[in-house]
Each structure stands twice: as structure tokens, then as C-alpha cells.
């Protein structure tokens, strides 16, 4: 996925200011996988054996988490998709009709996240939910 399609996608992009943060699935993790995307975003890797490590357990505090698996995948298994290149255009389409707002939107919750866990130190966040 990522040398057949993910890497030759951005090559259409100017990912110089591009950072990558991925979640710590041993797939996502192997080292012929990091290596590959360091070579690709240099220090702007998050990921566990990155440059930037990943939070360990920390699916309150980040978007791909809480926004990307709720919101964005209930979107594109809405009509239960049968074969790859269905999956694939719904989430083309999905990704491709997030509005800046939106984005807007789940960068303030993430942040309001942050402070929370801030004056709980670090204590368990069960109130706090994704507000649209």
C-alpha cells in the first residue's frame, strides 16, 4: 500500500512541511516500513521507532483515533463496500469531502483534550467526547 500507492500519491504534493503520524500496528511499525517513511518525511514521522514516538495508549488524545476511525469509517463502510475498488473510492470520496471547518473543529477538541489531561495530570478522560 504504501510504495504502490501512498508514496506515488505524494509525489503529486509538496510534502516538505508534510509531517506523518501513523498508529503503532506492527504492520505500520516493521522496520522496512519506518525506514521507507523516514526516507520520506525525515524528522516528521510520528510513529512508534520514529522520530517522533507515538503516546503509548493514547486514543482520547489523537485525531487519527478519535476522528479518523469514528467519523471517517463509519462514512465509508456506510454502504458496506463488497469489493477493493469500492473501498478505495469511498474513501477517496470521504477523505476528498472533509471540509476545513470540520478539520477546524477536531483540532479544537484536540486541543481543549489536551488541557484537560493537563489539569487532570494525566488522569482518565471518560466525559470527554467529540463534539461536532
Not at 63 to 85: E, H, I, M, N
Not at 99 to 108: G, T
Request: with cysteine; charged share 25%.
Amino acid at each position: 500500500m504504501i510504495t504502490n500507492f501512498f508514496i506515488p500519491e505524494l509525489n503529486n504534493h509538496d510534502v516538505q512541511e508534510l509531517w506523518f503520524q501513523q498508529d503503532g500496528a506492527t504492520c505500520h511499525t516493521a522496520r522496512a516500513t519506518i525506514d521507507l517513511l523516514k526516507d520520506t518525511f525525515g524528522d516528521r514521522l510520528i510513529s512508534r521507532f520514529g522520530p517522533v514516538n507515538w503516546p503509548p495508549r493514547s486514543c482520547d488524545l489523537t485525531p487519527l483515533d478519535y476522528f479518523r476511525c469514528g467519523y471517517v469509517k463509519s462514512l465509508v463502510y456506510a454502504d458496506k463496500p463488497q469489493t477493493l475498488d469500492h473501498l478505495e473510492d469511498n474513501i477517496r470520496r470521504v477523505i476528498a469531502d472533509i471540509l476545513p471547518q470540520l478539520l477546524e473543529k477536531v483540532i479544537e477538541n484536540w486541543t481543549s483534550r489536551l488541557d484537560y489531561i493537563r489539569a487532570s495530570r494525566g488522569s482518565p478522560m471518560p466525559e470527554i467526547i467529540f463534539k461536532m
